[in-house]
DNA sequence: CATGAATGAGAATTCATTCAT
DNA sequence: CATGAATGAATTCTCATTCAT
């Protein structure tokens, strides 16, 4: 077996136990015995449990990243519509694709250790910023509804996120398409149909 | 000092340990020292570690729980919007209240052990079935928009809480009647004015 | 039993299991076993293995660094070779005294690790110092042989070192009372009664 | 690279590197990197890390054993004083030619292991009584003070442990004919120029 | 012979929980 | 009831040595 093939094997398995055990409760041991390997080899290709599960969720948050594409409203080829739905039918694929570390990711990553946090936060940071200015820029061409963009990039955020957990972690089975549409279609037209509240205006200071 | 002082008072400061640390970081050492009591007596009062840390999140839920109302339409006094948006600013101001455990509930209760994922994940079954009957009501009513009515339920939830957690843990500063307007304006109307892509519409089934 | 108590108890099971073993074969559990506690015991009273060493090395350094007392040529009721051999026999009586102790800090407590290293480096140099500034007063008061006093101090250590390990590490029995005085007697006088020999003289440069 | 090369060249790079970090700190990792060899080439050679280190010190103390040489009295051609100065001068330079031998010699040697520590006694044994019998010669013809010989010899070795320990492991810099000289001149009259007290004649028995 | 990846025994340390006072 | 010292199971990580290529 060739070195990269093992340490490829150990992150696979690795990615399996943090899935199911979670980060606290996958031991090392356990790593080890699903990839067949010894205990001493682990610390081989890795340097401690925190890197290859740092590896792990890096490789994925990468991957992620670079599947959100700008939108482009002057492309001639595919309408804005097109680009925001092929966006998130990109980030679901990739998500779904990987369920083991959606997982990780969803349920797992937060609170390893604060320097972790950090990261990971940057990274919905990341996500958070790019998806704002699509939006700003969105806003300017009156395709986005006025409004805090910043916020709207989060309330994305906080679908998807959502959608995802409750189809991966509680095995919530639809097809990939019907995700996607759901999502684009709650994000065009939300699902209220009621005025806003008039109480609602008074009762403010 | 009272019995149930004593019991209230180790609540309060493993809250604050648990949302300062997280579940796994946070040392039995830790909150009995913030709570100025023995090391033995954190064991006259709760099992073991994870039943004070269970105690604070059931009490929280169901507080949680408590305050989700079912909308009724028929309601003279109030209309829908004013019922809805009642709800969400309930919610909103019970979590924002005790940032603590809000913190506890989003970042640290995922992942502790299985048994309890499981009981996170019933109360989260429970809001989601809630808010999907209301819904359902909504949409005989004609007040909510036809779809997916547990997708709707879903988007909801992922909605509010990835709004909570911007603003306890990255500190996002917004007025709590700010979040509630975001919220109830993006249910109602979405942000995206396109139309949907015809690509999609033609992968229909 | 007292706290400080089980900790002196810890103490002397851990120095006698250094001297016996040496500090790198010597195991916590050695330790926790000797002195019949359990090994989360030792943590409790020492922040781990080098600490416990640490102390026990530094509580006799410290205690032979009290005893080496400087020579006052001016003291009416004592000689100055009085001085000298109290010097020499407080020294000796103390390192035979405990002899577990002495061992360990005559084998084992080099190489442990570098920053132990320096640490006796000064306690050595500091014994240095202190010998070459009496020696230097006993100069100018024609009581010490003119010449390098740095290195007549380098070699006292040297004779109290060796003499001390032949006796504690290798079992040569001899009442301390002949072992300070032929200390003392060695120093006074050498040993050898010849010329210094002119051929070497001749090589000087 | 032929065989004996590469055994030496192991033996050297070893013997830097016990010498730089002592023996349990020097990993076996280290001497295969610094040699240039591949770690199970290491094991071709040396069974294991201990015998590489035996090798190292036993070559060294072979080396100082052959170059200790019996003094003859009645030898017309050399002095007793040179013939003593010249074993001094040999060893000394010796010890000097290869400090980083030395050091291990001095430093890191002992403690190794049981057995190790038998050996090196064992070496200081032959030494000591190789000068023991010298100095008992030298006492028969009146050269030597009368006394014990064993105990004048343990000094002999430690004052030239001490002072080489000093060159070469705290970096006190001096001339190797000096040294020698010092040595000499130390053992040859001391440097105390006063009377053995009274109060410790009267214990003597 | 040389290589270097793999092995696994072994040690230190942590911390939730117990229990004698 | 309260205390806090004692416990020891559990886990991580290291590194000398082996062995298949």
């Known amino acids: 077996m060739e070195k990269s093939e093992r340490r490829q094997k150990l992150l696979i398995h690795a990615r399996d136990v943090f899935a199911k055990r979670g980060y606290h409760a996958a031991k090392v041991e356990d790593i080890v015995t699903a990839a067949g390997v010894a205990r001493g080899t682990f610390y081989l290709y890795f340097a401690d449990k925190r890197a290859i599960f740092e590896e792990i969720v890096d490789r994925f948050i990468a991957k992620l990243a670079m599947n959100i594409v700008r939108v482009d409203p002057y492309d001639q080829a595919r309408s804005v519509a097109d680009q925001v739905s092929e966006n998130i039918r990109r980030i679901v694929s990739i998500l779904l694709e ?48 006025i409004g805090d963009a910043a916020m709207y990039a989060i309330m994305t955020l906080g679908v998807v996120k959502e959608l995802l957990y409750q189809v991966i ?3 919530w089975d639809h097809p990939e398409e019907t995700i996607v549409e ?11 149909r009621v005025e806003p509240s008039k109480s609602r205006a008074q009762k403010r200071r």
């Not at 390893?112 to 940057?122: C, E, G, I, K």
């Not at 759901?182 to 209220?192: K, P, S």
């Open 169 to 171: 972690l509680r095995g």
């Open 182 to 192: 759901e999502i684009f279609t709650f994000l065009r037209r939300g699902y209220l």
């Open 98 to 145: 990987d369920r083991a570390t959606t997982k990780i990711l969803l349920a797992d990553a937060l609170g390893v250790d604060p320097a972790f946090d950090r990261r990971l936060h940057s990274f919905y940071d990341e996500v958070g910023k790019l998806l704002e200015q699509s939006l700003r820029d969105g806003q300017e061409l009156g395709i986005v509804e």
